[in-house]
């Protein structure tokens, strides 16, 4: 699938789910604070993107997508702030996050609320192009 | 012999989590498999015995939600949602039953417990979680109960 056809995907599976509008679902919409998604409405968008472009992608899986090689343990420190590493790490799969004004203070239970429908798309992409498991 | 439980060494975390039936029901209605991934089978058969399905079904969604909240992780890496099973006593008491990663999770952090409460309405259903965790038990001290400014711990007791 090209780069187009996933983004058309995923926006028309963001817009459905949470009723949007057209206009809203830009790539920089983070899915939970811009887009007011809940955890049931991830689970709807992820049901939605199965069915169009066949890849599937469940709610665990975004957390370890956006997880990466970071242990559990150390993801965040003694007062739930995600560690430098961990910051590391979300810079890869959101790359248009600003680590250096969330050091030290964004929450690891809050990781979530900064993933975007770009992000989305990125996932989606990689997983599509990744060769079926056996 | 262990030592006594103090209450400074206990850890509690709480969750709370709301969701529509209507939603529940129209998830399940439009995606065949979603019901099968989000509810085990006996959460599924406890549901179908009551008059109005899909508020049971929304309330075990929020409870299971409100469970991850006080863990503090939400759905995480490699956890399922079967791992957070609601069941009931005979007389009706909402209990936790936690498998795979949320145990795995819940043995590495010394959780004693984990509560819920849920409710429903028309539309919404409510689930409120508490989970108690012996910071002894895992060296994860994790929220204490009372917290000086500067990030050094206060005895509770």
């Given at each position: ?134 | ?67 991850l909240k006080a863990f503090g992780t939400g759905l995480g ?81």
């Open positions: 699938m090209t780069d187009e056809q996933i983004w058309a995907a995923v926006h028309s599976a963001v817009k459905e789910a949470l009723g949007v509008e057209d206009d809203e679902v830009t790539p920089e919409a983070t899915l939970m604070d811009d887009l007011g998604a809940e955890s049931i409405d991830l689970l709807d968008i992820l049901f939605r993107l199965e069915r169009k472009v066949g890849v599937k992608i469940k709610a665990a899986d975004l957390s370890a997508h956006i997880q990466g090689d970071i242990p559990e343990g150390d993801f965040g420190d003694d007062d739930g702030v995600v560690t430098d590493a961990a910051l590391a790490q979300l810079k890869r799969v959101m790359p248009q996050i600003d680590t250096e004004r969330l050091a030290g203070t964004l929450q690891a239970q809050n990781v979530i609320k900064l993933f975007s429908v770009q992000n989305l798309a990125d996932l989606v992409q990689t997983r599509a192009a990744a060769p079926p498991a056996r | 012999m262990p030592l006594p439980l103090r209450l400074a060494d206990l850890r509690f975390g709480v969750g709370i989590d709301v969701v529509s039936a209507g939603r529940v029901s129209r998830l399940i209605s439009e995606h065949p498999g979603a019901l099968e991934e989000m509810f085990t089978p006996t959460e599924v058969a406890y549901a179908a015995t009551r008059r109005m399905r899909s508020r049971h079904l929304a309330a075990r969604f929020a409870a299971k939600e409100a469970v890496a490699r956890m399922r949602w079967h791992d957070v099973e609601i069941l009931n006593e005979p007389l009706g008491r909402p209990v936790v039953h936690l498998s795979g990663e949320v145990e795995a999770l819940a043995t590495r952090r010394g959780v004693t417990a984990v509560e819920v409460s849920l409710s429903h309405g028309e539309d919404l259903a409510f689930a409120h979680a508490l989970v108690v965790s012996d910071a002894r038990a895992s060296g994860f001290p994790g929220p204490s109960i009372a917290r000086r400014r500067g990030g050094r711990r206060c005895a509770s007791t």
